[in-house]
């Protein structure tokens, strides 16, 4: 058997992977999407674009794609920064560095549907222990303490806060990757020449870091914009839609609502706005890496 061959053999496996569980559904969403299939219907007759100039019309999608930017932007920048942060943090030797490292990656290690029922009992309006321990503080009576899950703006606050509770680990380690790379002697070299903490940081750290910051920030995006595991076990869209995103709605509308075609159209929605984000931030990446 040639190399070439050798080669093909090899590379088969991942071929037949992307084929049978990423191209097929994709081929598969994109023929829902132009027709106007429903569960339990046998017919099937293509429609055009009317199902995405439904969508469109829909107040309810708007909602959705308004609540998933400020979803994805809001959880990024927490996430970036705190993943930083630790980055500096866990960068040097100390005693229990291994622990802490360890601690700080069981949330990316754990089930997500795990820890997001744990977080569901955490703010939960009744037995949540963050409103009991504030209301022994004296911050809250116990009729009038804020209801997490149930109010529009908390609601959204706490999902886009245990959602950055789970991805941080994950870009914390390519934060840290990133920092490991860098030559400890420009840094040694700006010290010695007067530079401070912050125009170290500022001026040689996170320039020299920006391929691997745009690398965890595509990934976060990613995770962040496709991502329906933790709105739909914490709220399922709700209160009134106020954390509804196109994930959540499109799982609504095409598996529970039956209608795979919207849903499907939904789902499609997001091909393009990631396509995008992924080339702009891969541009980004390569401009750092040249320079």
Sequence with gaps: MSNRQLGAVMFAPAVLFIILLIGFPFVLAVLY??????????GFHLVGLENFRS???????RKALQNSIVFTVCAQAIVIVCSTILSMALEKPFRVRGLV?????????????????GWKWILDS??????????????????????WLGEP????????????????????????????????????????DGAGFWRTLFHITIPMMTPIISVALLFGIVFTFTDMTVVYILTAG???????????????TGVQGSDLAAGAAISLFLVPVLVAVAYFMLRVAHRAEVV
């Design 238 to 252: 709700g209160p009134f839609d106020s954390t509804q995103t196109l994930p959540s709605l499109a799982f609504a």
């Design 101 to 117: 490292r360890l601690l700080i990656l069981l949330p990316w290690v754990a089930p997500v549907s795990l820890g997001t029922i």
């Design 33 to 42: 999407a132009f027709s106007d299939a429903r569960i339990g219907s046998t």
């Design 126 to 147: 009744i037995y949540s222990v963050i409103t009991w321990v504030l209301i022994w503080l004296h911050f809250y009576k116990p009729y009038s303490a804020p209801m």
């Design 153 to 192: 703006h908390l609601a959204m606050a706490s999902v886009i806060l245990v959602h950055c509770w789970r991805l941080i680990p994950f870009s914390t380690v390519i934060m840290l990757a990133g920092r490991s790379a860098i030559p400890k002697e420009i840094p040694e070299a700006a010290s010695i």
């Design 55 to 61: 969508i469109l019309q829909s107040p309810s999608f």
